[in-house]
């Protein structure tokens, strides 16, 4: 199997080749592990599938061949991005993969013309909209931020947090901090991902407000652990930290792995902006 290596700010994704077809029947989830792990395998936080759509809203397989496509797509959909956490599961939404789906894109040739820059991709959650800039970061319209539980009570460890809880197509829980150095991301994240409020689990984020328009943010990420960067995590801490009164509409979020900016006027969009990279190619041999 063909495929390439990519990251965004550290959160660092396999992408399969065009023309790569899996299957997602029996022994998918084994090697979706399989290519995550980082002694046995590729090394990743998850593995992303690209499918270009045809004018009908149809699924194409390497430009040859249509499939159905799911019932949710309509025409004017440039693609259809699936993400499979490291763990096997299936994510509805990743802002890091998105900037990395839409470099794919151009370098790969897949737009309808060379001079596309901005897609319309079909997400589990809904429709993202990245743009490539001049500058080669990419920028994400990442839709409106929706409602999730509000603000709510945490434990982990017999240490009582308060964290207001987003959904940008996938949960979020912000807990701010007033010293993000003395949390313990590990040991509380994976504790707080399967609290009882979160029957799907939840992506957990500590965050410190060190500026009127910087957080520093670490995360802890559902189905993947800590994590170097989270998009979507990002644009939640932002709305969180809005919300609550802590910053205005826009921000730089400061992760392990780099900087994203990250604005949001009322009632409008979450637009992520920040960079992309392929780092190298290769093929590997999967087993039956």
Not at 59 to 74: E, F, R
Not at 230 to 251: D, F, K, N
Request: hydrophobic fraction near 40%.
């Amino acid at each position: 199997m063909k495929f390439s290596k990519w990251t965004g700010l550290g959160n660092d994704f396999v992408l399969l080749e065009p023309g790569q077809t899996p299957d997602f029947g029996k022994g998918f989830t084994e090697n979706v592990i399989r290519l995550c792990d980082r002694r046995f395998g590729i090394g990743a936080d998850g593995v992303v599938i690209v499918t270009p759509m045809d004018g009908e809203g149809c699924l194409v397989i390497d430009k040859a061949g249509v499939g159905p496509a799911s019932k949710a797509v309509a025409n004017g959909i440039d693609f259809e991005m699936r993400i499979f956490n490291a763990d096997g599961s299936e994510a509805a939404m990743c802002g890091n993969a998105t900037r990395c789906v839409a470099k794919f894109i151009v370098s790969r040739g897949l737009a309808k013309s060379s001079d596309t820059k901005e897609f319309h991709l079909h997400t589990k959650s809904g429709l993202v909209k990245p743009a490539l800039l001049e500058d080669g970061r990419v920028c994400v319209n990442m839709g409106e931020p929706r409602n999730f539980l509000g603000s709510i009570k945490l434990t982990a460890d017999s240490y009582d947090f308060t964290a207001e809880t987003v959904s940008m197509g996938n949960p979020h829980a912000v807990i701010f901090v007033d010293d993000i150095e003395k949390i313990q991301l590990e040991k509380w994240g994976s504790i707080l991902e399967v609290d009882k409020q979160f029957p799907d689990r939840c992506n957990i984020e500590f965050a410190q407000v060190v500026a009127p328009t910087q957080i520093r943010m670490r995360v802890w990420e559902r189905g993947c652990g800590v994590t170097m960067a989270c998009g979507t995590g990002s644009c939640a801490t932002l709305v969180a930290a809005q919300r609550t009164g802590r910053v205005g509409a826009e921000a730089d979020i400061v992760l392990d792995g780099g900087t994203l900016h990250i604005k949001h006027e009322e009632d409008g969009p979450v637009l992520m902006t920040g960079p992309a990279q392929e780092v190298f190619k290769g093929e590997i041999v999967m087993r039956g």
